[in-house]
Structures are given as C-alpha cells and as structure tokens.
C-alpha cells in the first residue's frame, strides 16, 4: 500500500502531491480588511454625506436619508472587510453573496433619489414677470447598470459558493498560487 503524504498546513493536493499555498496569515488578512472598510466607507458613506451636506447648505433639496447612507454603505463596507478577510475559507462566497445584496440595497436608494432637480428663479423685483429654470441631473442609468454589474457578479458568487463546498480548497490554489 502506498504510504499517506503528511498535509502541510495551507496546501492542495496537486499532481498526487502536496503544494504549499500562499495565503497570507490571517492577522495580515484582517489588517487588511480593515484598510478595505476605512476606504470603502469614505468612499461611500463619507463623501457623500459631505456632498448632501453641501447640497442641504445651498438649500437643494435631496431625498435621501442620511442614516439610511450611513447603514447600507457601514454594512456594505464591513462585508467587504469580511470578504477579503474570509477568502481562502468556504465562506468566502456567502458574504461575498451578502456583500453584493448590501450594494444592491445601496444603489436602490440611490436610484430612488434620481434625477436631482434644482430649480432656479431669475426676476426682478417689482411688478414684472420672474422667470425660471429647472436643471435635472439623471444619474438613474448609471444606477441601473451598476446594479445590473452587481447582479452578475451576485451570481458569480453563487457559482464559488457552489464550488467551494462541492469541490474544497480547488480555488485556493487559483487565488493563492503555489511557491
């Protein structure tokens, strides 16, 4: 009979023997993951409050909810944190799949908000007639195929989540090539 290789830690059997993996240590990970939450959350939860903020200062009125911006785009931002920390684990494609429901939520309240309509009254003082202008900024098609991007890749995940629990640690040795 032929004897059984010891498994090394981080390693895929390949060709009828044990690769070393490159997957970096979990506190390395989480470290990371942490930079990914800081950056995600300016990106989307920071910088536009600032921007309502400016809007609301200039008396343009928007309908979105601060704290609803602040919810989706936090929890958008810690699953992502999660995602990169988790992905040499199986589940990496359940939070990647719960990732990407979070951003579909964000970019529907988005598309709730569309178009921004500022309208603008030029006039004089007196008995004369004012006159008007309304400026619409439509960013609704952009809104939709950001969310058709994030449903294709929501099925992509679905397609990892199925691989990595019906074939383990095959796309590890993708992710994290062998030294």
Known sequence: MAEELPRPAASVLLNDAFVRLRIPPTAQRVALGVLVFLGIYVGVVGIPIWGLQILAANNIPVNISQTNLMYYGGAMALLAAAQYSVKPYRAYGPVAIGTNVTELLYLWLLYQASPLALNLNFGGGGGGSS??????????????????????????YAVTTYEDFSHPAERLYWTYPAR
């Open 131 to 156: 006159g008007g202008a309304e400026i619409a900024v439509g960013y609704a098609l952009i809104i939709l195929a950001l969310m058709l991007v994030t449903l294709l890749s929501l099925a992509a």
